[in-house]
């Protein structure tokens, strides 16, 4: 039996966008017959091995954790343990120590090595830039595949520009017997929990961190109509900088805050609003998965022109609004232009779009892309 192994600084229970396609494509290994196999990091500094679905998670020790970089002592030794008999290893980039370890290294054996490249690394100055230069440029002239989601990504990504040869494009997708749109919602419970009665709800679900572009949505609240609310919904840095400034633009009563809701309940609060809003501001995002997750309940987005898959999967015009980052005008011109133009965005089309971005066609292109490298 074949074997592969999936690279990842986080993996279930852990949550995220990165850590679902990992999980996924690692289930879509074993379900071709692969011996599949995980190595990622715990949260604590400890080792831990799982068995999850099937598949063997093995947990190194973190010995220095920063938001989403981990380290752990345990790596090197693991990975060139592991790496002996596989015949693939999936790299989910970035995950920084496994790009590092592959500058001192020049192969692991004879396994394929294929990068699932999720993002660029960007906003973090002049340590990030050198970091692309030296180590990504090594990391990414090692593998035998790279990854991207959108071809968006492949032809505006600069890190990317020597390596079109071995770029395949795997778009993400959205579980769509999970999410559609549910009659019965989180509607009624959201206006009541709104300080003042509303009638239009703006959602946003995620991460609240630096790239989301969240100051810029509560800045735009600032000219909206009253009768609108925004609801936030999620967990991160930079949360109470953004309750600060909602409090100091005395919009307390318009914008509310949640913590992260179950995934069984997520298609309910995506079916309770008018609009969902993903105001990302730089390629740290590169897909956004919430926002499929939110059309294929029907609900209209606006998303951010970031030369990534958050224009990718969003037609402007048709399934919503696509505009330049940073700009909180723009974001209140687009939440009013859907807002009071309902009909023009209908729902249908909005669903049939989501549905390009079905599990099926994520399968087979793994299969083909990914699986069908190691049969060559």
Not at 125 to 143: A, C, D, P, R
Request: net charge positive; glycine share 6%.
């Amino acid at each position: 039996m074949k074997k592969a192994l999936t690279v990842n600084k986080m993996y279930r229970p852990e949550i995220g966008g990165v850590e679902i396609v990992a999980e996924s494509i690692a289930k879509l290994l074993k379900k071709n017959n692969y011996e599949s196999k995980v190595l990622t990091y715990n949260n604590i500094n400890k080792l831990r091995n799982d068995i999850i679905d099937e598949i063997e998670v093995q947990r190194l020790p973190t010995i220095f954790q920063k938001g989403p970089v981990r380290w752990s002592n345990k790596y090197k030794k693991s990975i060139k343990k592991e790496s002996v008999n596989s015949d693939i290893i999936i790299f989910h980039f970035p995950s920084f120590q496994p790009e590092i370890d592959l500058l001192f290294r020049n192969k692991y054996r004879n396994a394929k090595k294929i990068c699932f490249y999720h993002a660029d690394i960007v906003g973090r100055g002049f340590i990030g830039n050198i970091y692309n230069q030296i180590i990504t440029h090594n990391f990414l002239k090692k593998m035998d595949k790279i990854i991207v989601t959108s071809p968006n990504m492949k032809i505006s990504s600069k890190y990317l520009e020597k390596f079109q040869d071995k770029i395949e494009v795997i778009p993400l997708f959205v579980d769509t017997d999970h999410f559609y749109y549910r009659e019965k919602n989180k509607r009624e419970f959201l206006i009541n929990e709104l300080k003042n009665k509303k009638e239009k709800i703006i959602i946003y679900i995620g991460r609240l961190g630096r790239y989301k572009g969240l100051d810029y949505l509560i800045e735009s609240f600032k000219e909206l109509d009253k009768k609108n609310g925004l609801v936030i919904i999620g967990k991160g840095p930079k949360e109470e900088e953004l309750k600060a400034k909602v409090n100091e633009l005395n919009l307390e009563n318009e914008i509310l805050f949640l913590d992260h809701v179950t995934y069984k309940e997520l298609p309910e609060y995506y079916s309770a609003a008018d609009l969902f809003v993903l105001p990302s501001i730089d390629r740290g995002e590169a897909f956004g998965l919430v926002v499929t997750e939110a059309m294929a309940c029907g609900v209209p987005v606006i998303t951010t022109e970031l030369g990534t898959g958050t224009s990718f999967h969003n037609f402007d015009g048709i399934t919503g609004k696509v505009i330049e980052p940073k700009n909180s005008m723009y974001l209140t011109k687009a939440i009013e232009e859907i807002l009071n133009n309902p009909k023009k965005y209908k729902k249908e089309n909005i669903i049939n779009r989501a549905k390009d971005f079905s599990f099926e066609k994520f399968e087979k292109n793994v299969e083909e892309k990914i699986i069908g490298v190691i049969k060559k």
